[in-house]
């Protein structure tokens, strides 16, 4: 009884400051990520050091320690022991790391935003260059934009090591191998059933990949008029060899002249969801300063949600803005008497996942008919195969990008160039571009310096966005999701659980059964 009492006005106490710290964070993100202010940039770099800091105090967490011990029967209280403790061993470093930590995070993020490519001498944005990748016929300048989208991995290359070092450093003194260790454990994921898992997604759908291979090469040696051989990654539609390297350029013209806001509105409406304040919050329109990307925040946990968008009217941001509008829905409907540190997704691969389902939909024979009136049977039958080859080649870059992050953590001080292009030679099945001994091309994809061990989960998300699809079409009882039946389950059983449950507790809540593969594997094998 007594200490009951105590651990509730310990999470009473703590919580309402760290409510209140984070609230301000993030109003203080969305300032600086709408404009690019630069007091918004002050202000969020000393917020967010003081809200690390909270979750470093020696004495609250050996009080919470102590409560864990007490193993409370209360599944609300002994799970909100459990999410400190590991939010309190991410930051439990010696102040003087912390700070390090912080400075040279914020000194690399706006290395990378300030940075701008060139080609002959003139600056391309990164939306210049990706413009070129996915439109331009004429292989020099393919070839040219390719090479400039890698140039500033030269530049973040050694701070990036130097970070990954700090953060090993950080890893060590919590007891672990190296920061990637950490941050798999702390995020409740094991790093050997991850990597079971990663080979048998690669391993089931090998024979898909090769033969989707062939037929892309042999396309794209028809569209560049060059020998299968010579083409390389200046071949595909981005810089990474992610997307779908022969999506048809037609399907954006159905895009042109159409309100896509006003499809997601209704898309939503369909399953039962009222985008108006949403959108009101939001930030949808490229503008002076602005973040070029996309995200969804959460600003006070409760009903603060917010967007933000540069929206254009074509296919890539169709999708965009089904997925941020997706992660939108899923933390609009989290149960708002959960106490404060469960209102939250368990696992970002859980809100990814839901994100990621409404993205693809734009990608659905059901979807362009029902509000593109697109009547073309060709493009109608083709579209689901565009979807297979883009699961297939995310997937190879997903398992490249996790198992070289994993070995570089292990050892920083090797030769990354070379173990980035032989994990790119084992997944892609495709030899390496030449020349490029002397760079870091590793170090030009955002996330590897300072989104560090995300990237599985966006590839954990696609495969539970897989049998989310196959379920929902059931309850349903139709050939599209948007129904108002398929709402009502995702809200019920997903959504309000916020973290109630840890994220594979709660994905056999949802399905009934534990996280499986076979609805991805299916997706990726017709
Ligand atoms: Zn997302």
New binding site residues.
């Given amino acids: 009884m007594n200490q009951n009492k105590s651990i509730d006005k310990f999470l009473e106490e703590f919580i309402s400051k760290a409510e209140v710290k984070e609230e301000q964070l993030n109003k203080a993100v969305w300032i600086l990520e709408t404009t690019g202010n630069a007091d918004a940039a002050d202000l969020v770099a000393s917020l967010s050091n003081e809200f690390r800091v909270m979750f470093s105090d020696e004495k609250a967490y050996e009080d919470l320690i102590y409560f864990k011990n007490q193993n409370f029967s209360d599944p609300l209280i002994s799970r909100q022991i459990d999410i400190l403790i590991k939010q309190f061993k991410m930051n439990m470093l010696p102040k003087d790391i912390l700070k390090d930590l912080s400075i040279k995070e914020a000194a690399l993020n706006q290395t990378y935003a300030n940075f701008r490519s060139k080609i002959d001498g003139k600056i391309f944005t990164e939306n210049e260059l990706r413009e070129i990748l996915k439109n331009e016929k004429q292989v020099d300048l393919r070839k040219k934009a390719w090479n400039a989208s890698k140039e500033v991995g030269v530049i973040l290359a050694p701070k990036i090591v130097e970070l990954v070092e700090l953060r090993n450093k950080a890893a060590k003194h919590m007891g672990y191998d190296n920061y990637f260790d950490m941050m798999l454990d702390l995020s409740d994921i094991s790093k050997d059933e991850l990597f079971n898992t990663f080979d048998d997604l690669k391993n089931q759908t090998d024979n898909s990949f090769s033969q989707v291979l062939l037929d892309v090469n042999d396309t794209l040696s028809k569209w560049y008029d060059v020998n299968m051989d010579e083409l390389g990654p200046w071949a595909h539609k981005d810089p990474f060899c992610q997307m779908d390297p022969i999506e048809s350029p037609n399907l954006d013209e159905y895009f042109k002249d159409k309100d896509i806001l006003k499809i997601s509105k209704s898309f939503y409406e369909k399953m039962g969801f009222d985008l108006e304040t949403l959108i009101k919050r939001s930030d949808l329109y490229e503008k002076e300063g602005k973040n070029q990307h996309a ?2 925040i959460s600003i006070d946990r409760k009903n603060d949600v917010r967007t933000l968008n540069n929206i254009k009217p074509n296919i890539q941001w169709m999708e965009t803005l089904l ?2 509008f997706g ?1 939108a829905i899923y933390d609009l409907s989290i149960d708002k008497d959960l106490p404060w540190l469960l209102r939250e997704h368990p696992h970002v691969l859980t ?2 996942a839901i ?2 389902l409404m993205g693809r939909q734009v990608y659905t024979k059901e979807f362009l008919q029902e509000f593109l009136d697109v009547t073309d049977e060709k493009v109608l039958d083709d579209v689901h195969l565009g979807l297979k080859r883009r699961q297939l080649f995310f997937s190879r870059s997903a398992f490249m990008i996790t198992e070289f992050e994993a070995k570089m953590y292990e050892d920083p001080t090797q030769d990354l160039n070379n173990l980035w292009w032989s994990l790119f030679e084992k997944y892609y099945k495709t030899s390496r571009p030449e020349n490029r001994e002397k760079k870091a091309d590793w170090a030009a994809k955002y996330h590897v310096g300072l989104a560090p061990v995300y990237y599985y989960s966006y590839l954990l998300g696609e495969v539970f966005a897989s049998t989310l699809q196959k379920e929902l079409l059931n309850i349903a009882e139709d050939d599209k999701i948007w129904k108002k039946t398929a709402a009502k389950f995702l809200k019920e059983k997903m959504f309000s659980k916020g973290s109630y449950y840890r994220w594979d507790h709660l994905i056999e809540h949802v399905t009934e059964k534990p996280f499986s593969s076979d609805a991805w594997i299916e997706d990726c094998s017709n």
């Fill in positions: 995200f969804c997925h941020e992660h809100t990814e994100a990621l």
